[in-house]
């Protein structure tokens, strides 16, 4: 019997941690759980509002809990089995389109329980559009999914529109979309562009944000356009290069976002499909470790390129219209308290690791996930089953009230 009046055997420490992040450089001075209560997650983050540490040494233990603690805590995995496979396919059961301005209309949807969780799903490119496959990251029967074409892009309107479209209009637009659907806070789920979108969304608005799942990431600096528009990919990706450079003449290759810019808002429609064939293909090409033929015939639907390119150069010509480069790092601390995992692709050619590991030094509360045999796919094996075990682990977290 303790000072608490409980009585506590000899050979167990109790313990409880509420929204607490722990790391191994951190379990000696933390001594939790050995105890019937479950452990979901390794990151207790999700409210930052409720920190409560009951330490086993106030209780007069010795420290040799502490070697028992760590065996606990890499025994993890084996408390909770998360599910890494793809959800099966499902269809929407609710579809509209919402008018979001004078000119622009988006096309939205919902699937799995109408009664579950919230959580919005934010596509690439900018321009990509969604597509079914989108809602197999989730658990059907627990989220209710949703998934939206951007401006511009997909089934929204007017197709490949560059007017009126900014980063603040897209992330005015996902308000516009969670009051329409009266849904009160949810989670934010992106890749590549969709990350990007996802961190500016989640900086103005944190207050409606339950967690985050970023993956590839893309911050829209200076280096990381020049990296994969000018010249820098090229290094691993010659073949599928030299046919994106020679569309340009050599006269007008100083900067090819400006000359492909051009050409793409030509007054020839010719001109513009042909520029964004070019476009689309060398990201197609690139966007897996594995050549994927289904993904780099895309470039051949000219409707989806004309979008996808158009829509994307007018993102990176003016650097995702934010008003600095490093925008996104500077305001982490709006949503650090906020559960995020952030998984990236050690071969990203697309979206190079550089960036990731930039995000995750300003914000290393959050679950860095590299996958060591991937590039920028959210469609890749190893990417996939990392994407849906982030989503599981809020799924336990918001499941078990934590």
Same mark, same amino acid.
């Given at each position: 019997?303790?000072?608490?009046?409980?009585?506590?055997?000899?050979?167990?420490?109790?313990?409880? #941690?509420?929204?607490?992040?722990?790391?191994?450089?951190? $379990?000696?001075?933390?001594?939790?759980?050995? +105890?019937?209560?479950?452990?979901?997650?390794?990151?207790?983050?999700? %409210?930052?509002?409720?920190?409560?540490?009951?330490?086993?040494?106030?209780?007069?233990?010795? +420290?040799?809990?502490?070697?028992?603690?760590?065996?606990?805590?890499? %025994? =993890?995995?084996?408390?909770?089995?998360?599910?890494?496979?793809?959800?099966?396919?499902?269809?929407?059961?609710?579809?509209?389109?919402?008018?979001? +301005?004078?000119?622009?209309?988006?096309?939205?949807?919902?699937?799995?329980?109408?009664?579950?969780?919230?959580?919005?799903?934010?596509?690439?490119?900018?321009?990509?559009?969604?597509?079914?496959?989108?809602?197999?990251?989730?658990?059907?029967?627990?989220?209710?999914?949703? $998934?939206?074409?951007?401006?511009? %892009?997909?089934?929204?309107?007017?197709? @490949?529109?560059?007017?009126?479209?900014?980063?603040?209009?897209?992330? &005015?637009?996902?308000?516009?979309?969670?009051?329409?659907?009266?849904?009160?806070?949810?989670?934010?789920?992106?890749?590549?562009?969709?990350?990007?979108? #996802?961190? #500016?969304?989640?900086?103005?608005?944190? /207050?409606?944000?339950?967690?985050?799942?970023?993956?590839?990431?893309?911050?829209?600096?200076?280096?990381?356009?020049?990296?994969?528009?000018?010249?820098?990919?090229?290094?691993?990706?010659?073949?599928?290069?030299?046919?994106?450079?020679?569309?340009?003449?050599?006269?007008?290759?100083?900067?090819?976002?400006? @000359?492909?810019?051009?050409?793409?808002?030509?007054?020839?429609?010719?001109?513009?499909? #042909? @520029?964004?064939?070019?476009?689309?293909?060398?990201?197609?090409?690139?966007?897996?470790?594995?050549?994927?033929?289904?993904?780099?015939?895309?470039?051949? /639907?000219?409707? *989806?390129?004309?979008?996808?390119?158009?829509? =994307?150069?007018?993102? *990176?010509?003016?650097?995702?219209?934010?008003? +600095? /480069?490093? *925008?996104?790092?500077?305001?982490?601390?709006?949503?650090?308290?906020?559960?995020?995992?952030?998984?990236?692709?050690?071969?990203?050619?697309?979206?190079?690791?550089?960036? @990731?590991? &930039?995000?995750?030094?300003?914000?290393?509360?959050?679950? *860095?996930?590299?996958?060591?045999?991937?590039?920028?796919?959210?469609?890749?094996?190893?990417?996939?089953?990392?994407?849906?075990?982030?989503?599981?682990?809020?799924?336990?977290?918001?499941?078990?009230?934590?």
């Amino acid at each position: 019997m303790n000072s608490l009046g409980l009585f506590i055997p000899t050979n167990t420490i109790i313990g409880i #941690a509420i929204n607490t992040t722990y790391t191994p450089s951190s $379990l000696s001075h933390l001594q939790l759980l050995h +105890s019937p209560i479950p452990l979901f997650s390794n990151n207790f983050t999700s %409210s930052g509002r409720k920190k409560l540490v009951l330490r086993a040494q106030n209780l007069g233990y010795k +420290s040799d809990c502490d070697h028992q603690l760590i065996d606990l805590m890499e %025994s =993890e995995k084996e408390v909770v089995e998360l599910n890494r496979n793809l959800y099966p396919n499902i269809e929407p059961y609710s579809t509209g389109f919402l008018k979001v +301005s004078d000119i622009h209309t988006i096309y939205w949807e919902q699937s799995g329980n109408p009664s579950g969780h919230p959580v919005v799903f934010l596509h690439g490119g900018p321009g990509g559009g969604t597509t079914p496959s989108n809602r197999k990251f989730f658990d059907p029967e627990f989220y209710r999914i949703i $998934l939206f074409d951007q401006r511009g %892009s997909g089934q929204s309107t007017p197709h @490949a529109c560059l007017e009126e479209n900014t980063t603040q209009h897209l992330v &005015d637009d996902i308000e516009k979309l969670r009051e329409h659907l009266e849904i009160p806070e949810w989670q934010v789920f992106g890749g590549s562009w969709g990350s990007t979108l #996802a961190l #500016a969304y989640s900086q103005a608005h944190p /207050d409606k944000v339950t967690g985050i799942v970023l993956r590839g990431i893309f911050l829209v600096r200076k280096k990381e356009i020049a990296w994969f528009y000018e010249g820098g990919a090229a290094a691993i990706y010659p073949d599928a290069w030299e046919p994106f450079r020679d569309l340009i003449p050599e006269n007008e290759r100083e900067s090819f976002v400006h @000359a492909y810019k051009k050409r793409l808002n030509s007054d020839d429609v010719e001109t513009q499909y #042909a @520029a964004a064939r070019a476009w689309t293909k060398w990201e197609m090409m690139t966007a897996h470790l594995l050549p994927n033929e289904e993904n780099i015939k895309r470039g051949d /639907d000219d409707k *989806f390129s004309l979008a996808f390119a158009r829509i =994307e150069n007018h993102y *990176f010509v003016n650097q995702g219209f934010f008003p +600095s /480069d490093s *925008f996104l790092l500077d305001n982490v601390d709006k949503i650090r308290h906020i559960n995020t995992t952030i998984v990236q692709g050690r071969y990203d050619v697309c979206c190079p690791m550089m960036s @990731a590991w &930039d995000l995750h030094k300003v914000w290393p509360e959050a679950d *860095f996930k590299v996958v060591p045999d991937a590039g920028h796919s959210a469609n890749e094996p190893g990417i996939a089953a990392e994407l849906v075990a982030a989503n599981e682990r809020l799924k336990n977290i918001i499941k078990n009230g934590l």
